[in-house]
């Protein structure tokens, strides 16, 4: 079973949907005993930065991830999820992220083509850096959906792919049972199913 943590961020039973479509169990949980005694995590997340990682605290969310992270469970974040893996975010003002990843992240501002819309939405092909099992029943150029105005850098021990948004820019990373994508799985139609389908066959 797959737990997708609750903590007041992201929509969660989209991703519930997708996780049905292929077969696997996930469920939607705020409660400590449901996400130890499960297999996987997804840590999911929309907004901002800061505000993100306050509702981790608040809810005590953060502390257990760690504890499973450490533990060696399986866990992805996606989109904002996946920020908060790094150790900081710069996202109005300076913010400790949970630190199991290598890295920081930072505006698009100054990155990006000044003609690009920021923030970046739409389809893009990932460049795959490495091969993983999390890309398993994917393949190099395989188109995915993002939703995004921040990015991850200097993260290049845990980098799995980018997507080219003029410079190529972080699109997933993983470093050993951590696992990220910036890019809506959810959202990302059969390519997106059979990342998840990679995940729940860790």
Known sequence: MIAIIDYGVGNLFSLVSSFKAIGVEAVVTDRE????????????GVGAFGDARRKLAETGMDKLVLQEAEAGKPIMGICLGMQLLFEKGYEYGVHDGLGLLKGEVVSMEGVVPADYKIPHIGWNGLI?????????YIKDADHVYFVHSYYAKNCDDSLLATAEYGPELTAAVTKGNIYGCQFHPEKSGNVGLNILRGFADL
């Open 33 to 44: 005993e449901v996400i130890r005694a499960a297999d996987k995590l997804i840590l999911p």
């Open 128 to 136: 795959i850096k490495r091969e993983n099992p999390l890309f398993r």
